[in-house]
Structures are given as C-alpha cells and as structure tokens.
C-alpha cells in the first residue's frame, strides 16, 4: 500500500500533525479561557464527562442507524454501494458500513472509533449528486478513515456537524484535515470540477446548480487581500469553500496529485480488503500492545477519572473517617466551647458533636458469632463498626467504603463500562488499542467484568509481571482476552500491511 498520509507524497495538510499536537496541548487551556469569557465553568471534569459520555453515544448510535436508517447493499441503492466499494478498493481499506438517514445538515459524514466505522448519507442530499460529485462526498469522508481522523471527529461531532465552541477550540487542526480529505475525494471524482459542484451542492443544496464557481472562486482573492476577514474562518470546522476550491487547484498542478493518480489508478483487485468474521482470527502475541503503549493509555484514563471523580465532589485518594466529629449543614454557624465566646457565622453550620460515653448494651440483645440480634434491628460487627442489616445500612456501608477506596474503585469500573460498552476506553482510543477475545471477537460483559476484577485485585502482581510479560498480562491470560493494536492487526488480517 502506497502511503498516502507518510512520507515526502503524503497527501496530508504540512502542518496537520502540528495542529493537532497543539490543539491536543492547549484544548483544556482554552476551554477553561473560553468559559472565563462566557462566565461559564469549564474545567477538566466537564471535559472528561463530555468524552465518556460522547463515547458512549457514539457506540449506541450504531444501533439507532441499523434500527431507524436504511441500509446499504448490493440490493438495497446499488450506486452509492458500488460507488463506496470502487474507492475502498482503490484505498485498499475494508468497507464500511452504509447507511441512509434523514439529515437536514450534513450531506455525509463517518462515525465510529474503530472497523467497522459507518459511513452515513443524507436521503436529502443523495439524489441531487451526481455520480462524480458523490464519488467526491464519499472519498473525502473515505479519508478521514484512511488517515485516522474519524476516531477523534466522533468524539467532537456526534451527529457530523460540530458547534462554534468545538470549531474554536480544534478549529485548526479540522480545517487542515479538511483540506487534506479533499484531495483524496479530488482522487476518488478525478475531476476538479466535479469536486467544486459537489462542494457547491452540499452547501447551498439545488441552488448549487445555479452558481457560477468561477466568478464564486475569485471571491477567494477578496478574502486573502483583508486579515480581518481571514479571522472568520477560525469560527468554523472546515475551511472557507474559496479556501478549499484554491487548494485542491493548486494540488492538481503538483507532482504529488500525478504520482498518487498513478497509484489510485493501478491495475488492483475490484474488491476491498475484508475483515474476517469474528471467530475466524487468531490474535497473535505481535499483535498485543506492548508495555509503553499500554501505560500511555493507562496514564490517560488515569487523568479522566481523577477529573470525573472530583467533579462530582470525590476524593481522588480516598476519604477517610472524619476524626474530628466535625458536620456541615446549610445554615449559622454556632460554636460553643468553654473559654470563648460564642461564634455564629451565616450561611453554613459547623457542629462538634461531644463525646459519648457508652451506653451499657442493653439486655435484649444477643450475640451470635458477628451478629448482634436485637429487639429492632439485627446488625454485623466488621472490625470496629457495626453495620444494620438493612437496605439503608448496608447502603451506607457500602457507599463509605466507596469513598475510602477513591480512584482504586472507579478506575476499574471505569474501565470494564467503556470496555462493555465501547469496546475501548479513552486512553485506548488514543494509542490505538482495543480489547478483544483470542479469536478477534467483542468479549461477552462477564469476561470484561471478569478482567477488570482480576486487574483490580491483583494489580499488586500484575504490575511486577507486566516486566517480564509485557504484551499479555496476567489477566490477559485468565480471561482469554488481549489488547490488540487495531490498526497493525487490521492490516495483518486484510493484507494490506
């Protein structure tokens, strides 16, 4: 496979890759300037909420696109299913699913975090294209597969269409994208001019047709000749439409467009590379993330559950019983120690409780091994504390419990939700990882369960051994699942590596 997106004929945007180190860099940065501006609270556990619950959307999707939207296939609108295929093939990058859905938006977008992705038309827009001009649509959003975007645009655009604050803040590393996809839908149509239509139709919807893109492209000069105008363009996601019809004029002047023309054109098979079905594919050791990869998303999700955690008030390291006897209630506070003079603060209330002497147990109670058999309530001593044998009391329990273990809790729950759900968590989505069974399938909810429990108990035995085993770990084995880099092991199976 030519690479398209590496190399010194990388159809990539110069400064993409900049971009989006930057963007990554700064993007909490900026969240939190933009929400002081707007008098908004933006910190990192709202952003951290925004990812696990985007993520978690996204994954539902799916199934809101096979239960409300039509599906593509060879029976079901051929054009736009061989259309989809021919640039697959030409990409050598596994087909994905099709859908057709009613949006009055977005004309066509991908969505997913990982093979299949989904790539969704609007029955809107899909009749007034012509087939060049959908070959353009379609290969753009192609290659946003092909060059990794799609993962990361899922999370910022749920529905394919992102809002201003987004366009801000990521704004100049989607615009460069951007630019960089329209040269491989460029590839997909052949023809520039079948390129600017189908931009053209996409923005104004049939009034595309009427519009002269000479005289529309040479706006592009008006712009360029005043900065102040230039600055709109950071308000949006993608470029200005000027910006993007002189971009992919001056691309297919350059030796690049010809030598990946030459490419896209080569005598190759008619079908796209295939994913085996789920089953028919043995994970290898190679195909396992090693021990670097595994702790960069491990330090990832690490950082989105703290934020998570004390967003909602936790404690990160655990809470611990409160010694002082101190309790804090809306209200005055009252102070009343001997020695001083009375304190009332308004607005909340702070009350030392005194010291009790024990009462004498009464008579009626009975203990039987741990538990305490009482007229009202049968309670279990655990160390020091005794716990009622009640919803309310073993909720309490529990919920202490919770709270003194912090973040050695919710890490692994965490974990196996997404896991359960998304296939992946953050941090793996990051480095590219998924978890997966032996034979390449979704593990079932008690396996994923299973694992992050082991993980959690063992972690003490885990850690050491990950030295010596550093691409399957101890619960990797237990359970029979792996964490497998998705794009190595995608290009394995379908031979395209």
């Not at 490419?263 to 195909?287: C, I, K, M, N, Y």
């Not at 890490?411 to 296939?423: E, Q």
């Amino acid at each position: 496979m030519q690479p398209l997106f590496d190399g010194p004929g990388s159809l990539r945007e110069p400064s993409e890759r900049l971009a989006f180190l930057l963007t990554a860099l700064f993007a909490l940065p900026a969240a939190l300037a933009i929400g002081y501006v707007l008098h908004e609270s933006i910190g990192a556990s709202q952003v951290a909420l925004f990812i696990v619950i985007a993520m978690v959307y996204v994954t539902l999707a799916r199934g809101r696109l096979l239960g409300s939207s039509v599906r593509v296939h060879q029976r079901q609108y051929p054009r736009v299913f061989t259309i989809v295929k021919g640039a697959c093939a030409a990409l050598e990058i596994p087909m994905p699913l099709i859908f057709v859905r009613e949006d009055n938006y977005v004309p066509v977008v991908a969505l997913g975090f990982g093979v299949p992705y989904a790539l969704v038309l609007s029955s809107h827009w899909i009749e007034l294209f012509a087939d060049d001009e959908l070959a353009f649509m379609i290969g753009r959003e192609l290659g946003h597969i092909a060059a990794g975007h799609t993962r990361f645009h899922s999370l910022l655009s749920v529905n394919g269409n992102e809002n201003p604050l987004i366009s801000l803040i990521f704004g100049a590393w989607l615009r460069r994208c951007a630019l960089t996809c329209d040269k491989v839908g460029l590839l997909c149509c052949g023809s520039v001019d079948a390129a600017v239509r189908a931009m053209g139709i996409g923005a104004f919807h049939e009034f595309g047709r009427r519009v002269d893109y000479e005289a529309f492209a040479e706006q592009h000069s008006e712009v360029q000749a005043d900065s102040v105008l230039r600055w709109g363009e950071w308000l949006s996601s993608e470029p200005y439409a000027t910006r993007r019809i002189a971009s992919l004029r001056r691309f297919i002047a350059t030796q690049n467009y010809a030598s990946a023309e030459r490419w896209f054109l080569r005598e190759r098979s008619e079908e796209p590379p295939a994913l085996p079905a789920p089953g028919q594919v043995h994970v290898t050791r190679a195909d396992c993330a090693g021990w670097w990869r595994r702790f960069a998303a491990w330090s990832i999700d690490a950082v989105v559950v703290s934020a998570i955690i004390t967003s909602f008030g936790g404690s990160v390291v655990g809470r611990q019983a409160d010694s002082g006897g101190v309790s804090i209630s809306r209200g005055d506070v009252s102070v009343d120690e001997p020695g001083m003079a009375p304190i009332r603060i308004r607005g909340k209330t702070l009350g030392a409780r005194t010291a009790q002497t024990p009462s004498p147990q009464p008579m009626d109670e009975a203990t039987v091994g741990p538990l305490t058999l009482g007229r009202r309530e049968v309670s279990l001593d655990v160390g020091n504390a005794k716990i009622p044998l009640s919803f309310d009391g073993i909720a309490s329990f529990i919920g202490g419990a919770i709270g003194r273990l912090g973040f050695f809790f919710w890490f692994p729950v965490y974990l196996a939700a997404l896991v359960v759900i998304a296939g992946q968590t953050f941090g793996m989505l990051i480095a590219g990882l998924r978890v997966v069974t032996t034979d390449f399938r979704k593990p079932s909810t008690v396996r994923t369960i299973g694992r992050y429990l082991i993980a959690g108990f063992m972690f003490w035995l885990i850690v050491p051994l990950s030295f010596i085993w550093r691409r399957i770990l101890l619960h990797d084995r237990w359970t029979k699942t792996r964490l497998v880099k998705v794009e190595s092991m995608v290009a394995r199976i379908t031979g395209t590596s």
